[in-house]
């Protein structure tokens, strides 16, 4: 998937075009993508490839990923069309040997799936703290202009009050609970973001992003949103395997992307930022009954699964993000919930 749908290149035409990013930044720039194949990764990709080839920048991708079939099968299209686009193929788990200076790093590789969480904690502790060393060290000493870190709203943890949260406001985790291996690794991964920038001055910052979803989500994401999808889609009704009591904002994907860049250009260095649409602030309950109503026009209804194992999700938790100061930054957020997955439903089809 890439500009021959025209949703897509909408959206790419809304990256492009967005006033508070001066794409000039990047000339003749090198930059170091992880989590290349994942939504985000990949879509941060064809941002940068269609800025490129638009404006002539000469902007060099570097992606690590896991799997280079896989990523060459991906982006297919665009290594016809560019040359600006090289893999690497390995793990941030071992040092990262790349033979040119690094301008930009955008590290967006980390494990999202709660069954994967719960059931490789350790691996994910690992991938989350020494990737994040591992690309520290390989930056730290060189011409690095700039380090993003995508963080997850999970970094919270427990919030039992819809007050607005400002990044500083964190709540409980239980480290008994073996799922909050992933927010308490997105902790510390934002610590070594300050820690770096205290010590070595690299000039990093984390993103704390809400969930986010848009085209080129794959018809077939285990996540809840998704999941919502299909059962639009398909007219089948939709199972809650929790009370669907949590209540936060998502974001869509394009207004993700410029977030990250906007951070990445222009965030004041060792800080963090929340990236949300608060347009969207709603419990999973409400959205899947708003799925019903608005996006399966009342022909499918919400059913509660009691028997489900419940620890393998996070806690309800209230995650009304505040975006002050990433709007400090020029950064802006527009859109509705019926929006985003009115475009994300109408690309599922070119999904095979």
């Not at 193929?89 to 071992?94: F, K, P, R, T, V």
């Not at 799925?291 to 489900?308: K, L, P, Y």
């Not at 400090?328 to 985003?340: A, D, Q, V």
Request: net charge negative; charged share 20%; hydrophobic share 40%.
């Amino acid at each position: 998937m890439w500009i021959d749908i025209p949703i897509y290149k909408e959206d790419m035409d809304y990256i492009l075009n967005v006033p508070f990013i001066q794409w000039s930044d990047f000339k003749n720039t090198n930059i170091l993508i992880t989590g290349g194949t994942g939504h985000i990764g990949s879509n941060i990709i064809n941002a940068l490839l269609y800025v490129d080839l638009k404006l002539n920048l000469n902007i060099n991708i570097y992606a690590v990923v896991r799997n280079l079939d896989k990523a060459q099968r991906m982006f297919q299209k665009q290594l016809e069309v560019s040359s600006n686009l090289h893999f690497y193929e390995g793990s941030i788990l071992h040092p990262i040997s790349i033979d040119k200076p690094i301008d930009y790093v955008i590290h967006c590789a980390s494990p999202t799936a709660s069954v994967e969480i719960n059931s490789r904690p350790l691996q994910v502790i690992y991938s989350g703290v020494i990737g994040m060393v591992n690309l520290i060290e390989m930056v730290k000493n060189g011409r690095c202009k700039g380090f993003v870190y995508l963080s997850s709203m999970e970094a919270y943890g427990e919030i039992t009050s819809e007050d607005t949260l400002t990044e500083n406001m964190l709540g409980y985790l239980d480290l008994q609970n073996v799922r909050n291996s992933y927010p308490e690794t997105k902790r510390m991964c934002e610590m070594l973001v300050k820690a770096a920038y205290t010590e070595y001055s690299l000039p990093a910052n984390s993103i704390r992003l809400a969930q986010t979803f848009g085209p080129g989500i794959s018809k077939y994401d285990s996540r809840v949103f998704a999941m919502m999808a299909r059962n639009a889609i398909n007219r089948e009704n939709i199972v809650l395997k929790t009370s669907g009591t949590s209540k936060h904002p998502y974001l869509y994907t394009p207004q993700a992307v410029t977030a990250i860049i906007c951070v990445l250009l222009y965030g004041e260095n060792g800080k963090v930022y929340n990236a949300a649409n608060p347009n969207t602030y709603c419990s999973i309950q409400e959205m899947a009954q708003f799925v019903c109503s608005e996006i399966a026009h009342s022909e499918i209804s919400v059913e509660f699964d009691r028997n489900s194992d419940v620890s393998i999700y996070p806690k309800p938790s209230f995650l009304n993000m505040d975006v002050a100061a990433l709007c400090s930054l020029g950064w802006t957020y527009s859109g509705t919930l019926k929006e985003m997955y009115e475009r994300m439903i109408s690309c599922m089809q070119y999904d095979n």
